[in-house]
């Protein structure tokens, strides 16, 4: 059974959805946690490492034998509890992160600024010393939309700041909610959201296929 720690209650249909499509018959279970983005917003993700590590372990004495964190803000401090807990424990943005890297020139948009720096520090450790033009950018309004149960709204404002991006190799959507606001662009510049490539690598590390 492969657990996944997401942080907001729209997450588990969107893994389910992508489960079904494209690995049917791997078993998920569902934790959410809201409380443990906005401590890590309020105190800084390091500040709730020891929660995220209790909740890795509460998941792997229930029976799983891997964990995905969805979360980006929290992803760093899931993946170091690999080494305590016996299993693998992956950050859901590790994939996208690998293939930004490899492409040189990466605009990340996130609609959290705790996001930013995460994802900034794991597309350089993915990047291995190659060079890297890296360019943040936190689209305004859209976490207040999220928040207020906004998905519309939401995917809508995220989908034009991708749009406004000029001279990328490609866009880095840096939280995985705002994933289908990529179907909703008109750019022809690569736009990158983790959940696929991130739940794709939490079966093989289940599964060894």
Do not use: N
């Amino acid at each position: 059974m492969l657990a996944l720690l997401h942080t907001s209650p729209v997450h588990p249909p969107v893994f389910d959805a992508l489960r079904d499509r494209h690995h049917p018959g791997v078993a998920l279970r569902h934790l959410v946690d809201e409380g443990l983005l906005a401590r890590a917003v309020a105190r800084g993700p390091a500040a709730v490492a020891g929660e995220v590590s209790a909740a890795v372990g509460r998941a792997v004495a229930d029976g799983a034998r891997a964990v995905l964190c969805t979360c980006s803000t929290i992803g760093a401090a899931a993946e170091a509890s690999a080494a305590r807990h016996g299993v693998p424990v992956l950050r859901v943005d590790r994939p996208m992160a690998a293939e930004a890297a490899a492409r040189g020139r990466v605009v990340v948009l996130a609609a959290l600024e705790s996001t930013l720096g995460p994802t900034e520090a794991l597309i350089g450790e993915e990047a291995a010393g190659r060079p890297v033009e890296l360019r943040s950018v936190l689209v305004p309004d859209a976490w207040a939309r999220f928040e207020a149960g906004d998905a519309e709204g939401y995917l809508r404002t995220v989908a034009a700041a991708v749009d406004a991006v000029r001279d990328a190799g490609v866009i880095v959507l840096a939280q995985a909610s705002m994933a289908p606001a990529a179907d909703r662009t008109a750019t022809t510049i690569p736009v990158l959201s983790s959940p696929r490539p991130g739940l794709a690598a939490a079966v093989k590390a289940l599964t060894g296929r």
